[in-house]
């Protein structure tokens, strides 16, 4: 998948910047050229978003269930994320009640 996304997305990117080099400066059968191609990459890229979701949701029971949740809106049940208000606060005790480092540091060892 990282090899289709270079070849749909590395020739784009290229374009994209010749563009921006010779586009004021450059012949306007050129620019057009590049016009063209950078649609035509821009097809590939699509087509490459579309197949990529589409083997990420056959493959993959987890991504299926994720995406289902997504498009329902509901939860998925035994999921790792955790809701803030179901999780207590830590219990911090008060400074009085425990002896600070220093004062442990300096009781004498004999």
Do not use: W
Not at 8 to 20: H, I, Q, T
Not at 38 to 63: D, E, K, Q
């Amino acid at each position: 998948m990282t090899i289709s996304f270079l070849i749909a997305n590395f020739p784009l990117g290229v374009l994209y910047l010749a563009e921006f080099c010779v586009y004021n400066d450059g012949p306007m059968g050129f620019v057009y050229i590049m016009k063209r191609c950078t649609a035509v990459f821009t097809l590939i890229n699509v087509i490459n978003g579309t197949v990529h979701f589409l083997i990420c949701f056959f493959m993959s029971s987890h991504y299926r269930t994720t995406a289902k949740s997504l498009v329902t809106g509901r939860a998925v049940q035994g999921s790792s994320v955790v809701n803030p208000t179901e999780v207590p606060a830590p219990k911090i005790e008060s400074a009085k009640s425990t002896r600070s480092i220093f004062a442990i540091a300096s009781t004498k060892v004999e």
